[in-house]
């Protein structure tokens, strides 16, 4: 799935037009804890969380995700869209909750983490 | 081994807008060199943690790049308070973080183990009252 398609899924609106929306998207994930993120996170994740500040970014263009997602409607601070845009990762909004997200991503096929990673 | 290259970054205490910084320049550094993903991703995540932990718990240090053929190092170093219990503070799931750090995110208790579990070689000094040396080296073959 691209983060195109997923845009599509959750009915999202797409904060950072500049980074690649044909990036594949590899599985999805949700979580709050960031350290937890960082033990847990996989390249090519979409991750599901309501943290918006500067460090969501970092964590998740270190653990190279292909985007983040931002459930109900909250907004993410200018400062973190100005730090994806330069990392190349996608911020997608949605007015979904996070368990609503998921399951729409799982009924569409995308597989949670795998437990090795 | 002769160092092929060395580079050092202050990193502030409390900077949490900022942190992050370091890590994304050294994954970005590395990157150029041609070092496999394998490491770097392990590099990326250790680094990560341990400048956070600068940011978070430190009074100030000094995060230390080090690649030679065979390993990329990573040394962190600060200037305080120091880790009265290093076994404890190894521990998953233990955290002394702030209420404002636990706020962003922080504070699960994954730093430490996180950083051990993601290098090859971990070794952790610590003095209270001087200061806290974590020293990670990643093998490159």
């Given at each position: 799935?691209?983060?195109?398609?997923?845009?599509?899924?959750?009915?999202?609106?797409?904060?950072?037009?500049?980074?690649?929306?044909?990036?594949?998207?590899?599985?999805?994930?949700?979580?709050?804890?960031?350290?937890?993120?960082?033990?847990?996170g996989a390249a090519g994740m979409a991750w599901v969380t309501v943290q918006t500040h500067m460090n969501v970014i970092a964590v998740a263009s270190l653990m190279e995700m292909a985007a983040v997602i931002i459930p109900e409607g909250i907004e993410m601070e200018a400062?973190?869209?100005?730090?994806?845009?330069?990392?190349g990762i996608s911020v997608l909004q949605t007015p979904l909750t996070a368990y609503e997200i998921c399951a729409r991503l799982a009924k569409a096929g995308l597989p949670g983490k795998s437990r090795e990673a | 081994m002769a160092n092929l290259l060395e580079k050092s970054f202050p990193v502030e205490a409390g900077a949490y807008t900022?942190?992050?910084?370091?890590?994304?320049?050294?994954?970005?550094?590395?990157?150029?060199?041609?070092?496999?993903?394998?490491?770097?991703?392990?590099?990326?995540?250790?680094?990560?943690?341990?400048?956070?932990?600068?940011?978070?718990?430190?009074?100030?240090?000094?995060?230390?790049?080090?690649?030679?053929?065979?390993?990329?190092?990573l040394i962190s170093k600060d200037v305080g308070p120091g880790i009265p219990d290093i076994d404890k503070a190894m521990t998953e799931g233990f955290s002394t973080a702030s209420a404002e750090a636990r706020t962003l995110g922080f504070g699960a208790g994954m730093g430490l183990p996180n950083m051990k579990r993601n290098a090859t070689e971990f070794d952790i000094q610590s003095e209270v009252g001087v200061g806290t040396t974590i020293t990670m080296s990643f093998a490159l073959t």
């Open positions: 799935m691209t983060v195109q398609k997923l845009i599509d899924l959750i009915e999202a609106k797409d904060m950072t037009p500049e980074a690649d929306k044909g990036t594949e998207v590899s599985c999805g994930y949700t979580c709050d804890l960031l350290s937890w993120v960082m033990a847990h400062p973190s869209l100005e730090k994806a845009k330069e990392e | 900022t942190a992050g910084e370091a890590s994304t320049t050294i994954k970005r550094t590395l990157k150029q060199l041609g070092i496999n993903a394998e490491v770097l991703r392990h590099v990326s995540v250790a680094c990560y943690e341990v400048e956070l932990n600068l940011v978070i718990h430190s009074l100030g240090g000094t995060l230390t790049l080090l690649v030679d053929p065979e390993k990329v190092t």
